[in-house]
Antibody
Framework: QVQLQESGPGLVKPSETLSLTCTVSGASVSSYYWSWIRQPPGKGLEWISYMQHTGSINYNASLKGRVTMSIATSPNQFSLQLNSVTAADTAVYFC????????????WGQGILVTVSS | DIQMTQSPSTLSASVGDRVTITCRASQSISSYLAWYQHKPGKPPNLLIYKSSSLQSGVPSRFSGSGSGTEFTLTIGSLQPDDFATYYCQQYSSYPLTFGGGTKVEIK
């Protein structure tokens, strides 16, 4: 069974960089596309980005170039960095696997709450 | 961006009820629509993809239909485990977008 687990700091200061890692078990990060999705408190889901280990990548333009994704095959992880955060970036962040060859998500992590506050 | 609008935002129902949730797209997405079930503290669970294809392991009481701009998720006979929030997602074009969610509550 494929499992994903997000990790990272739960509190980030405004203007700093949010960094999260997703550890994958049951599937190789080299074999699929991987995504980040977030949900601000009381709001809907927002897709952030996806990436394949070969470097193929796509970001949500609404995040205006603040997003960086990377994949590490050892250990089996991928990461998200979001620069220059504001309170509007406070959300539960989910990592997910893109179901090949389509753009929906067949496995998700349980999510991690990241609060942006001084 | 394609806007996805779900209705209702909250639905009160009883065990055994037939439940229908609607998702409308701001432009045609063909059949590129997925449905997810989400319970607090747990990962979202893929139910339906390509509008009407049931994900492996999902009970057959869940079904999806629609194409173009209007879609429905139906739960044939609501079970206690089905009380959750449901989201639709379009994957016709980027950015991928989700509906605002429908919370199914116990009546």
């Amino acid at each position: 069974q494929v499992q994903l687990q997000e990790s990272g700091p739960g509190l980030v200061k405004p203007s700093e960089t949010l960094s999260l890692t997703c550890t994958v078990s049951g599937a190789s990060v080299s074999s699929y596309y991987w995504s980040w999705i977030r949900q601000p408190p009381g709001k809907g889901l927002e897709w952030i980005s996806y990436m394949q280990h070969t470097g193929s990548i796509n970001y949500n333009a609404s995040l205006k170039g603040r997003v960086t994704m990377s994949i590490a095959t050892s250990p089996n992880q991928f990461s998200l960095q979001l620069n220059s955060v504001t309170a509007a970036d406070t959300a539960v962040y989910f990592c997910a696997r893109r179901a090949p060859p389509e753009n929906y998500f067949d496995f998700w992590g349980q999510g991690i709450l990241v609060t942006v506050s001084s | 961006d394609i806007q996805m609008t779900q209705s209702p935002s909250t639905l009160s129902a009883s065990v055994g009820d037939r439940v229908t949730i609607t998702c409308r797209a701001s432009q045609s997405i063909s059949s590129y629509l997925a449905w997810y079930q989400h319970k607090p503290g747990k990962p979202p669970n893929l139910l339906i993809y390509k509008s009407s294809s049931l994900q492996s392991g999902v009970p057959s009481r869940f079904s999806g239909s629609g194409s173009g701009t209007e879609f429905t998720l139906t739960i044939g006979s609501l079970q206690p485990d089905d009380f959750a929030t449901y989201y639709c997602q379009q994957y016709s074009s980027y950015p991928l977008t989700f509906g605002g969610g429908t919370k199914v509550e116990i009546k």
